[in-house]
């Protein structure tokens, strides 16, 4: 029987990933309180030798407004609603009053791609929305061409990609694995994730409650669960580690629904895969870390227990081309 794995992807977005519904001056504090956690995030990983994805929305590689602006792809989206567009956004933005960490994080990523263990993965260059209507042909290809192409010509190339919004279309692997990538988180494999439902209010609801209650089924997968498909690893997520809310006890009972998920996983082979964003953070980033510490000491005597072993994307999708 194959190890219980214990895999992290994080969607690293900053504005990029909320600008369409926030007001950008109202929440320079919670930007802050992001770009302060993510060192914490990292320490934590290392102390407990994690190795995570963090899948990174393109724009933040770019150094300034000016490389911004040269950088954009020549085919953009266009979407019904203009305010999904991040160039829209990015126009919108008073430039001489913002933070420019707000919106690129060169020293972030070089943090992150020089702690052990931690894969820069992508979540496309302009956090792309592949379920929105978008009349530009091959607009979405080009968005992966730029993502790809922030890289310097001697660092390692980006294997790994996260669907914004989690709208992973199947139809687009085609373009990925043209464009370099070798695997892709997908959604739980349950009703109240599926892209179809996914916004609306039964499975909002339904979300919610299993994120307290074992209500519905375990959201760890056996490795043979994973399916390889135009050249592509699709690995579904398990679960979304929610930011903390203000009841102790439903904080405690949401941390403890994480521990017995693990377990099982552990116990039986399989694989889980918790995802979040760093931004989840910022509310109360003290309470949010000792969360994070929790679940991770539970996956050291996991470790300890069973042999369950910590894996990014990346490295996943090497175990499977080598063991499948």
Not at 96 to 102: E, G, L, M, R
Not at 241 to 267: C, D, Q, T, W, Y
């Amino acid at each position: 029987m194959k190890k219980g794995a214990f895999v992290i992807s994080l969607d690293f977005e900053l504005y990029w990933g909320i600008g369409d519904h926030i007001d950008y001056n109202t929440y320079k504090g919670y930007f802050d309180a992001t770009i302060e956690s993510i060192p914490e995030q990292l320490k934590l990983f290392e102390t407990y030798n994690i190795h995570a994805t963090w899948a990174t929305v393109g724009m933040l590689w770019n150094r300034d407004w000016e490389t911004w602006k040269t950088n954009q792809p020549s085919r953009i989206p266009k979407y019904t609603n203009k305010r999904l567009s991040n160039y829209y956004l990015g126009e919108e933005i008073n430039k001489d009053s913002c933070d420019t960490s707000h919106f690129f994080a060169t020293e972030l990523i070089q943090k992150i791609r020089s702690t052990v263990g931690q894969e820069l993965g992508s979540h496309t260059y302009s956090h792309y929305y592949c379920n929105e209507t978008n009349p530009i042909e091959q607009a979405f290809e080009y968005d992966l061409l730029q993502a790809v192409s922030m890289l310097g010509p001697t660092e390692s190339p980006v294997e790994s990609l996260v669907f914004p919004r989690n709208q992973f279309v199947g139809d687009t692997l085609r373009i990925v694995k043209e464009k370099g990538f070798t695997s892709v988180r997908t959604n739980p494999d349950v009703w109240y994730w599926e892209l179809k439902n996914i916004n609306r209010m039964s499975s909002r609801i339904a979300r919610l409650i299993d994120a307290y209650f074992s209500i519905f089924k375990m959201k760890s997968h056996n490795w043979d669960a994973l399916k390889m498909t135009a050249g592509v690893l699709k690995q579904p997520a398990s679960r979304f580690l929610r930011p903390p809310g203000s009841s102790s006890f439903f904080n405690k009972i949401r941390i403890v629904r994480i521990k017995k998920e693990m377990s099982h996983a552990a116990k039986h082979g399989h694989l889980y895969h918790l995802w979040w964003h760093p931004h989840n953070f910022a509310g109360d980033s003290k309470l949010s870390l000792k969360e994070l510490e929790s679940i991770l000491q539970h996956y050291n005597s996991l470790k300890s227990r069973y042999g369950m072993i910590s894996m990014s994307m990346k490295e996943v999708t090497q175990y499977y081309k080598q063991y499948a």
